[in-house]
């Protein structure tokens, strides 16, 4: 059905149309009210849902002895998570010790590694007094002078050989460090820190457990409150109609 251009104006006498510039004014204004009504209507509904919580008779009243147990649970994982914290201060000291270790003994192997360099110039030096007194002796030179450069001779190739030994030795005993103390130490290095790992994730487990028990006992002690609170007022409000 069509409406005729008397009845739009009746519309319109009505219901007059806004102007545009009050718009913007009329929007705010509305959107204000809205605000005060929405909150109104969530304070009230909340107001609501905790009387309720506190006049309802349900299981979540607590006694004096669960509010014991709580705090008896709370102060078990307390003690659990010290035990934890000391096993993991151990774990820590007994790295790092063993890095100190480690650290040692790479210093050591540091100064063979010299010495051994040191031996080899020692050999180096000596292999070229004989070769020098090798071609000295090949000249034509007076016997006694011969028998003092035979005699200097032998005492090089000792020195030689006993050079010889040492470095030897010194090879041998960094051989034995590098093949058998280095990967036994990288191993328990290794598993100290993998043990310290498992550690901590289990304290941080105790850590959150501790928490959470003290939080809900907290929490539940407060709602005996509330409730306690609640009957001491109902009941002298029934007192106060009852002389009334």
Not at 33 to 51: D, G, P, R, S, Y
Not at 58 to 66: I, K, T
Not at 199 to 214: F, I, N, P, S
């Amino acid at each position: 059905m069509t409406l005729s251009i008397d009845k739009y104006k009746r519309i319109y006498r009505k219901h007059p149309v806004p102007e545009v510039a009050d718009y913007a004014s009329e929007l705010a204004y509305s959107r204000e009210q809205f605000k005060n009504v929405k909150f109104a209507f969530l304070e009230q509904e909340n107001k609501e849902k905790f009387i309720r919580s506190l006049t309802s008779n349900d299981d979540r009243v607590l006694e004096q002895s669960d509010i014991d147990a709580m705090a008896a649970e709370a102060a078990e994982g307390k003690e659990k998570l010290r035990v934890e914290k000391r096993k993991v201060e151990e774990i820590s000291k007994e790295v790092e010790e063993l890095a100190q270790e480690v650290v040692a003994k790479d210093s050591a192997l540091e100064e063979q590694r010299e010495v051994k360099q040191k031996l080899e110039s020692s050999l180096e030096d000596v292999q070229a007094q004989v070769a020098q007194l090798q071609a000295e002796q090949n000249h034509n030179i007076e016997p006694h002078l011969a028998e003092m450069m035979g005699q200097s001779l032998q005492d090089l190739e000792k020195q030689l050989e006993q050079s010889r030994a040492e470095l030897q030795t010194s090879e041998e005993m960094l051989t034995e460090v590098e093949k058998e103390l280095l990967p036994q130490l990288k191993q328990d290095l290794n598993d100290k820190k993998a043990e310290t790992g498992a550690l901590q994730g289990d304290l941080l487990h105790a850590t959150a457990e501790a928490d959470r028990a003290v939080a809900e006992r907290e929490k539940l002690k407060g709602k005996y409150n509330d409730k306690e609170r609640l009957i001491l007022w109902l009941k002298s409000s029934v007192e106060a109609l009852e002389r009334v």
